[in-house]
């Protein structure tokens, strides 16, 4: 028997505990089709995107248009970016995206996460980037209701007492 306990495997002996073999982790697999390519879906509000990854130039084509004809706005252009520029890997994919629903800050939101699932899925060693500046989460935020006499979702009519 042990007269000081000082270490955790002394507390364990003690008790008469026996250690869990330590568990090795498989690592991840990229998951590619026969032309090469990830696909993934994104989400954001009520647009949906499906998105297709390769290797190449960094086009981006979102419903048959090019990404700065379809997003005007620099700042819709920004956040399409933002994934390929936390994972260090600018200009050297090719996307191919078609969106459905929602509005275009809604439609940037979901192929940007349709990206990031795509390059995780592609390359699993950019997964922690991605996981850290959080892109492979969905943004479960959705428009709230309108309410039964109410004017929106909160606001009530101007009350005026006479």
């Known amino acids: 028997m042990v007269d000081e306990i000082q270490t955790l495997e002394d507390l364990n002996e003690v008790a008469g505990i026996v250690a869990a073999p330590e568990v090795e982790v498989a690592p991840r697999e990229p998951q590619r089709d026969d032309l090469g390519r990830a696909y993934a879906t994104g989400k954001r509000k009520d647009a949906v995107a499906r998105v297709w990854i390769k290797p190449g130039s960094g086009k981006v084509v979102v419903n048959g248009k090019e990404m700065a004809k379809y997003f005007a706005r620099p700042v819709l252009q920004m956040i399409l970016r933002q994934p390929f520029q936390v994972a260090g890997v600018v200009d050297q994919f090719d996307v191919m995206a078609t969106v459905k629903g929602g509005g275009l800050s809604g439609q940037a939101g979901a192929v940007k996460h349709g990206i990031s699932k795509a390059l995780q899925l592609y390359e699993p ?30 606001k009530s009519f101007q009350f005026s007492k006479r």
């Open 125 to 154: 060693s950019l997964r922690g980037a991605l996981k850290a500046a959080g892109f492979l989460t969905r943004d479960s935020r959705v428009v709230e209701r309108k309410k039964y006499g109410k004017a929106k979702a909160r």
